[in-house]
């Protein structure tokens, strides 16, 4: 996938009416912090299009990035995230949710779990959700460059029972430091347009 264009088209809040796209738009889903925003840069090939943090709950919108004008990736605040107070994890829980439950373009849907966690309650819940909803996500496993080559496979092995993968479940480990994983997610993304064009 070559990237020619890349650019924030639409950010939605709380309140928004969600764009009526014509476009495939693929999802990015997770906790807070786990890295959503830097992966959606790493496949833009941009630095900071997408604002990341150090900080847990730095995308507080949902943001679109329209890619080559032809493919939307959307960035969705993350779950989990501690500091706001229980109001306002309700009203971003219930924005992701519409979204899901509305958005008429959804083909994709990338669940990411930090590769060195065994998956929390939310993940599994997250999970089982877009299932029940009848999309299949693909999870990627995140920050891999924190891992030694030798704890990749047992990890992995945790991430899969943790959230009671089946094994035709796609899985890519993915680093948006050594951009590890980047051609899978491309190869992945790429095979979808194929499939629908
Ligand atoms: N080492 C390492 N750090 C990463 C990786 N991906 C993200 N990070 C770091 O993790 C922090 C959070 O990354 P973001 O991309 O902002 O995470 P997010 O999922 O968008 O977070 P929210 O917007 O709060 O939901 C930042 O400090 C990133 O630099 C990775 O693959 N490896
Ligand atoms: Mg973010």
Redesign the pocket.
Known sequence: MIIKKAELETVCGITSKFPDNSEPEIVFA??????????I?ALMNRKSL??????????QTINYYKVNDEIYFV?L??YG?ANANLATREKWGKMIERYLHTSKQIKCIFL?IDIRHEPGKNDKQMYDWIVYNGYSPVIIA?????LKRSQIAKCIKTLREGLGLQKEVVLIP????TKQGKKEVYEFIENLLLAQA
């Open positions: 997770g906790k807070s912090n786990v890295g959503k925003s830097s992966l840069n997408a604002r990341t943090s150090g900080k847990p709950g730095k995308t960035d605040p993350g995230y990411l995140t920050k891999l460059d924190k993915f680093s948006s430091e």
